[in-house]
């Protein structure tokens, strides 16, 4: 083989790698950008289902430019309480929305994070630090046992998502045009 197609071979081959691994990144860099409930289950202690979860937020460069420019972001917990049925959809029988907001002063570079329905505010000096302050649920109270039928069959369910309409009114447009501010879990089920 000459010496001139083999190079030209060399040259294709390395193309294909580069290309390769720069469609690698893509994908890697799209699916970085998301919320993951990674667990969640509930304990029943006098008479009190408490909800345990974990979830992890991944934000996207825009809402992190944001974050870090004074935006606040507000993260929604959706919880519900689903009676099953066997021959038509299930029926939710409760639900719950706890919501976070999370923001950043630049001035003391400090991450804030406040539980809106507490009240509770957490300062921390780093945001992978505030992020699993947030994506720990522990021993919350979710449902009393005595609001649910004895003979019936139900599933917890989670779902955390970033509240576009919390957003200030010009960003918020582009946020609901742009894929990068939809961050949204899937619904997390288990059986009560």
Known sequence: MPAGAL?????RARLLVLLALLVLLRVTDVQAAGFD???ASTRLGDGVY????????SFSEPALDALQNGVPLTIELLMEVRRRRSWVWDETVYSLVQRFRL????LSRQYLVHNLNSGERRNFSTRPAALRFMGRIHEFPLLDRSL???D???EGALRAQLALDTLPTPLRL???LSEDWQL???WYTWPL
């Open 103 to 106: 923001e950043y002063h630049a």
């Open 50 to 57: 408490r909800l345990n979860a974990q979830i992890e937020y």
């Open 7 to 11: 190079m030209q071979i060399r040259l």
């Open 174 to 176: 582009f946020a609901y």
């Open 184 to 186: 949204t879990s899937e």
């Open 37 to 39: 409930v990674i667990e």
């Open 152 to 154: 019936r069959r139900y």
């Open 148 to 150: 649910l039928a004895p």
